[in-house]
RNA sequence: GGGCCGUUAGCUCAGCCGGUAGAGCAGUGGAUUUUUAAUCCAUUGGUCGCGCGUUCGAAUCGCGCACGGCCCA
């Protein structure tokens, strides 16, 4: 895209833009429109052609010229809008003097323009408008992609995101269904109590999950901050502070490779509620999504890359060593329970291990080897290792594990949550294995946060937390393959 | 990080056992007062991703790089 003005077609409307400079205002903003293409079609795409013209109904559109068929004296074109498209129906006697000739069939498809006009039907039983003025509001210097093929090319698609939302109503759905997505679970949580909170985005120690964080720096202060991983942390310092529930909708970053489900940037829901554990939050996650599917698509049965899901059933619940034992049946529960044996199963699976892996780890290495992406149907995973889950409640039975839940639907997972640690002392021990650790050389563990011990020492009341993965959950409600599809503008790398 | 595939006109794509690059759409000129992938006639448009090599000659073969896609870790 850097040769445009070596490109004719450029060049060319260039040339138009020059010209209606001379003539005056080339990019006026004095047209303001009256109505939007769905809703005219909404509102009189049923209606005869001899009714409308009994009826007249006048209008004023704006939008994007997509297409143009030019017949000598009279021509159709489409204009897209926000909402959808309609078709102008414009004859030269019907315009102003020269208005014909000397405008309209000199502006290129691209252009935005606005036009009044008659609701009409044409012969052929499309909802039309019969223009009887029509003004070129922005000159488009840049050609649309083919008007058949529209743009295909993933690359560009990602990179100039604005030219695939010009062309592909797909791509215009996905976006529309992601906002609708969000306002959803804004508006279900804010009904049963939750108020919605902001927390830093810069954090002087990254916590509230293990992953590589970006870092900043901040010049003033001369002070080095990172990108939040999570806003756990923060998060349960409000519930620390009397905020109950609470909820936060924004991004959090994590520096690591991208894939079709991983961008370093990414859309998170985290909310907190006191008194509260990790059952009652699976509860509430299998009906907030059961609601959703239902507003967004009118049915509990999503399609997903071919294979139909049917959320009005009973969410399937097992926990992480039933899973192992269910999807590898020559594996039994002492293989899994003795350092001996589960070593000798990870490796012969071809895990890497690292000597200090417990067993608990080891159990989540082979579980998501052999399991997770074999989790097709929507399935909560329960209590997972102590070891793996540095800010969960234990067990009361069985401190082995914590009282969490990881939320699988097409293999994939969703959602985290559990009933939340809030024994400072254990807590201030799970960051020393957790810093162990990393001098050890992990370079996604956890670092200490002195002021969040202080926090829980002032007392956080029982309470459950949750993350979903907004981008994920997005994927799955539009039958998006990979995360680009539902990030407007997914990181790419520096074209040359 | 590894494997495979791709990168040719504004867009969608052919061409690839080496011989000076093509189509459709878009654009331009002409005809056309109910078309809708409008139609008909004519026509413009290219550093074939970048670099190096092999060769008399490279879009085409080889190597390297960049970017993208899919799969794997």
Redesign the pocket.
């Known amino acids: 895209m850097s040769d445009t003005d070596e490109?004719?077609?450029v060049a060319?409307r260039r040339q138009h833009l020059q010209e209606l400079r001379k003539s005056g205002n080339a990019f006026s903003n004095k047209f303001r429109r009256d109505s939007l293409a769905a809703d005219l079609i909404e509102q009189y795409g049923e209606k005869s052609k001899e009714e409308l013209e009994q009826n007249p109904v006048k209008v004023a559109v704006a939008g994007r010229m997509m297409?143009?068929?030019?017949?000598?004296?009279?021509s159709?074109a489409h204009l897209q809008d926000m909402s959808g498209q309609i078709?102008l129906?414009i004859?030269?006697?019907d315009l102003a003097e020269g208005v014909y000739n000397e405008g309209f069939k000199k502006w290129?498809?691209g252009d935005i323009i606005g036009a009044t006009g008659i609701v009409?039907k044409?012969?052929?039983?499309?909802l039309?408008i019969?223009v009887d003025s029509i003004l070129l509001l922005t000159k488009s210097l840049q050609?649309l992609?083919?008007?058949?093929?529209?743009?295909?090319?993933?690359?560009?698609r990602?990179r100039q995101r604005y030219v695939d939302l010009i062309m592909n109503e797909e791509t215009r759905n996905t976006f529309k269904i992601r906002s609708q997505v969000i306002e959803f679970i804004r508006s279900y949580l804010k009904d049963v109590g939750y108020i919605e909170v902001e927390t830093p985005m810069m954090h002087v120690i990254p916590g509230g999950a293990t992953a590589r964080p970006f870092m900043t720096h901040h010049n003033s202060l001369d002070m080095d901050l990172f990108l939040r991983i999570a806003p756990e942390l923060y998060l349960k310092r409000l519930v620390v502070g009397g905020f109950e529930k609470v909820f936060e909708i924004n991004r959090s970053f994590r520096n690591e490779?991208l894939?079709?489900r991983h961008n370093p940037e990414f859309t998170m829901l985290e909310f907190y509620q006191a008194y509260a554990d990790y059952e009652d939050l699976m509860n509430l996650t299998e009906e907030m999504l059961r609601k959703l599917t239902l507003a967004i698509g009118g049915s509990n049965e999503i399609v997903y890359q071919a294979e139909t899901y049917d959320l009005s059933r009973p969410f399937d619940r097992m926990t992480v060593l039933e899973s192992i034992l269910k999807y590898n049946e020559s594996i039994s529960l002492d293989d899994l329970q003795s350092l001996d044996t589960i070593r000798k199963l990870a490796q012969q699976l071809?895990i890497?291990l690292e000597d200090s892996y417990g067993i608990g780890k080891i159990q989540i290495e082979i579980f998501e080897?052999t399991v997770e992406t074999r989790l097709l149907a929507p399935t909560f995973i329960t209590q997972y290792p102590t070891e793996v889950s540095p800010l969960a409640r234990k067990n009361d039975d069985d401190p082995f594990v914590t009282d969490r839940f990881e939320f699988f639907i097409g293999g994939r997972e969703i959602a985290n949550g559990f009933s939340e640690l809030n024994d400072p002392e254990d807590q201030a021990e799970r960051f020393r294995k957790q810093v162990a650790e990393k001098d050890a050389g992990d370079i996604e563990a956890m670092h200490f946060d002195e002021d969040y011990i202080t926090a829980l020492e002032y007392g956080m009341p029982p309470t459950a937390g949750e993350g979903i993965g907004i981008d994920r959950l997005v994927m799955f409600l539009t039958d998006s393959?990979?995360i680009?599809d539902v990030i407007l503008f997914p990181h790419?790398?520096?074209?040359?």
Not at 122 to 126: I, S
Not at 146 to 156: A, M, R, Y
Not at 492 to 496: A, E, I, L, T, Y
């Open positions: 490109n004719d077609l060319q297409t143009r068929r030019i017949m000598g004296k009279a159709f078709q129906y004859r030269r006697d290129d498809s009409m044409t012969n052929k039983g499309e039309s019969h050609p992609p083919e008007k058949f093929h529209g743009l295909t090319d993933q690359e560009t990602y490779g894939s079709a071809g890497p080897k393959p990979t680009r790419m790398r520096n074209k040359s």
